[in-house]
């Protein structure tokens, strides 16, 4: 095997093999295996046609990702041990591995005409926040990222506080992996108060669904939050989005109940397997 660590240069040839993926994990895309490389430490291979990843596992062992390609269950049940399996992968290795649950790892899905519309009761708290937004804020806009704006990120990740040590870390990701945002297939948008940029998200496609990589907001404006995640979302409008991922919460008490509040469709829990029988 030939492992190498996935640098820019690579993003079209393991972008390729992350679009066939249709379990809807967030792992499985370029936001996650590039903003979190100094956390999974991923390397990538092709064999036979298919796309093989190693990272390191909860317990900073060096694992697989479960394969993605023309030969993805042949090579999958090579593996002694996998690791992130997602559970329809999963399900189809069980006569010959031992499963575990990976606690707190789930992510939120969600439907995206549900985000989209914010129809019905459960979703009343989130149309008083972008009602009371529009009525303080007269004067805003929305803009999909482009070069032009794109400064304005900084002066946004450069006024958010973080208030944990989990945050500063976080925060200290997207400063050094926000500059290479163009090299990805990305879309996304910044809200304007008057000429002031308080918010902006972007994410990725595969199939059906969004993925959600970053978002961030300026807190002392009130609704900005939840304006900008409608807005983000309209961006996406006629790309036949189905389901809208927004990864895990890792066990955070506060993006526990945000995420929550959003009502998601499901829960995409991760599983350890190894092999009942090893040679």
Not at 24 to 29: A, F, G, I
Not at 146 to 167: H, L
């Amino acid at each position: 095997m030939g492992f190498k660590k996935i640098e820019l240069k690579d993003i079209n040839i393991v972008n390729h093999y992350l679009q066939m993926q249709s379990f809807r994990s967030s792992l499985y895309t370029l936001g996650v295996l590039f903003y979190y490389d100094d956390h999974f430490a991923p390397e990538y291979d092709i064999i036979d046609d298919t796309l093989l990843v190693r990272v390191k596992d909860l317990n900073g062992k060096t694992n697989y990702l479960y394969p993605i390609g023309k030969n993805q269950d042949k090579i999958a049940r090579s593996l002694k041990t996998l690791t992130y399996v997602p559970k329809e992968a999963k399900d189809t290795l069980l006569n010959d591995y031992e499963e575990s649950l990976i606690p707190n790892w789930f992510d939120y899905l969600y439907r995206y005409e549900d985000l989209l519309n914010l129809k019905g009761k459960k979703y009343q708290k989130i149309r008083n926040h972008i009602n009371r937004f529009m009525t303080k804020y007269h004067e805003y806009r929305y803009e999909e990222i482009s070069r032009d704006n794109f400064d304005d990120i900084f002066k946004i990740i450069n006024t958010v506080i973080p208030q944990t040590e989990g945050a500063k870390v976080e925060l200290e990701r997207v400063k050094r992996w926000i500059p290479y945002y163009f090299s990805f297939p990305f879309k996304g948008g910044i809200l304007y108060v008057k000429d002031e940029p308080v918010a902006f998200s972007f994410g990725e496609v595969i199939k059906d669904t969004l993925h959600v990589q970053i978002e961030k907001t300026i807190k002392t404006y009130e609704g900005a939050g939840d304006m900008q995640r409608n807005q983000f979302l309209k961006l996406f409008k006629n790309k036949n989005i189905t389901y809208v991922n927004r990864q895990e919460d890792l066990g955070d008490p506060g993006l526990r109940f945000q995420k929550k509040s959003l009502n998601p469709c499901a829960l995409l829990d991760k599983f350890n397997l190894e092999k009942k029988y090893y040679k």
